[in-house]
Structures are given as structure tokens and as C-alpha cells.
């Protein structure tokens, strides 16, 4: 591989894709509209993330583990953000994705994208059931923040040569700590206080942003 010469760490859902999964799972539950109500509070910054997520996630328990292949067949990438991906591969700038979703999703979007890093929220399986539960490391706002760090400093990469986009509340930090923040289609909550947005859903209108792409 050339010289890496910048991260690009993108949000997943309403970010790198149209949905949010957990409201795709929600439908499968028939607790879609309790579980985006909750979304939607929580992307707007009105909830604690993380005690909103492990409510949502409650409403899962006794869901197949075959929701998942149903749940990915219904996202939908954002437009151009195939391509935008490919640019910045080809540019040395490496991309990763950071989650407050799911593991078996966001790993499947990242090896269909040719993305080497990727961190999500894990669900608790038993007997190829979800039992309504996370295990693990919580993908909390401050974690988001820490998986970009993490990676920067493994790349051996200054601050000002990555950069963070997402939509929601639990995005801020991660943009505030990246060397270039982008709030894409964000909900106000982010756009008041991150300066470069990009409100077209388009991932071409976010390349102009980034000065260091040949």
C-alpha cells in the first residue's frame, strides 16, 4: 500500500446509509414506531445515547438472528458515497467506520466497501436468538471519539490530516476532534456548532471540503 496520508472515519446510519438499522430490526419486532421515536430524540441529542440504545435494544429480545441478512437487504447507500470512498482510497487516505449500530451489518458494509476498519455495537446472542441485550464496549459519543484517536495514532497521522462526518448528536465530539469535521444532512443539534456541513445527500459535495486530495 502507498503512504497513507489522511483517515476519513464516517458515521454509519443516516451517514453511509439512508437507515437506521435499529429501526429496521424495530419493524421486524413490531416495535418500529416506539424504537424511532427514541432514535430520532436520541440523534437530535435530547436522550443519553448509550441508556436510549440498550432501551431500544430491549424491544429485540427474542428476534432470529436471520433479521440481520433482512435488515442489510433493505439499506441503501448514499448516493456517491461509493465513489467518494474510492477517491480518497485511491487519494492514501484510508476510511473507517465507527457505529452506535451493529456489528453483523456495519462488517458487512465495510468488506462490500473494501473498508479494513470498522467499529460497532455487539448484540448478545443465545441459541440464534437476540436476548435483548449489548455485549461489550458501548459505541457511546465519547467511544467514537476514542476509535478515531486510536486509529490516528496507529496510522501515525497529525490531527489535521483526518476526518470525521456524521448526522447525529452522538457524531459532535468524534467532528470536533477530528482535524476536519463534517456534518452531513445533520440535524441541527451538530450544525450549530460543527462549520463545514454538507446538506445535499450527496457524498460528491463533501470532496471540495477535503484540500489534501490530489
Not at 68 to 88: G, M, R, T, W
Not at 150 to 166: D, F, H, S, V, Y
Amino acid at each position: 500500500m502507498s503512504q497513507v496520508k489522511g483517515l476519513c472515519v464516517m458515521d454509519v446510519d443516516g451517514t453511509l446509509i439512508l437507515e437506521e438499522v435499529i429501526d429496521l430490526l424495530g419493524r421486524e419486532a413490531g416495535r418500529e414506531e416506539e424504537i424511532s421515536q427514541i432514535t430520532s430524540r436520541a440523534m437530535r441529542g435530547e436522550l443519553n445515547f448509550e441508556s436510549s440504545l440498550r432501551k431500544r435494544v430491549s424491544f429485540l429480545e427474542g428476534l432470529p438472528v436471520s433479521v440481520f441478512d433482512k435488515a442489510f437487504d433493505s439499506i441503501h447507500l448514499s448516493p456517491n458515497v461509493q465513489e467518494f470512498i474510492s477517491i480518497l482510497q485511491k487519494n492514501g487516505i484510508l476510511v473507517g467506520l465507527v457505529s452506535g449500530g451493529f456489528t453483523p451489518i456495519v462488517e458487512r458494509l465495510a468488506k462490500s466497501l473494501g473498508i479494513a476498519y470498522f467499529s460497532a455495537n455487539q448484540l448478545e446472542v443465545q441459541g440464534g436468538f437476540l436476548t435483548g441485550k449489548l455485549v461489550g464496549q458501548i459505541i457511546s459519543p465519547q467511544v467514537k471519539t476514542e476509535t478515531l484517536e486510536k486509529w490516528r495514532e496507529k496510522l501515525k497521522l497529525p490531527k489535521e490530516r483526518t476526518i470525521a462526518i456524521g448526522d447525529g448528536a452522538n457524531d459532535l465530539f468524534m467532528l470536533k476532534s477530528a482535524g476536519l469535521g463534517i456534518a452531513f444532512c445533520a440535524k441541527e443539534v451538530l450544525k450549530k456548532e460543527i462549520s463545514n456541513h454538507v446538506d445535499k445527500r450527496d457524498f460528491l459535495e463533501v470532496l471540495p471540503l477535503i484540500d489534501y486530495l490530489e
